[in-house]
């Protein structure tokens, strides 16, 4: 009798552990969503904003010096 009843738990746990895990990797494939959501949206702009800078700074100061 214990030893059915053992297996009975042993099921149970097994199937929450399966619950568990697909929790988890739900979570875990949000957090890599949220991750890569942040790099385009904020850390691109920043490397493109280096580069697009000077050349903006460069123009304007170069209307500037052709008016005067």
């Known amino acids: 009798m214990e030893i059915e009843e053992l297996h009975?738990?042993?099921e149970e746990q097994d199937k929450i552990l399966k619950e568990?895990?697909?929790s988890v990797e739900k979570?875990?494939?949000?957090?890599?969503i949220m991750l890569w959501a942040t790099v385009i949206t904020f850390v691109l702009p920043?490397?493109?904003?280096m580069f697009i800078a000077p050349m903006v700074f460069n123009t304007y100061l170069d209307t500037l010096n052709s008016i005067v």
């Open 8 to 10: 009975k738990k042993i």
């Open 20 to 22: 568990i895990y697909t």
């Open 27 to 32: 979570t875990r494939r949000y957090f890599q």
């Open 46 to 49: 920043l490397i493109a904003i």
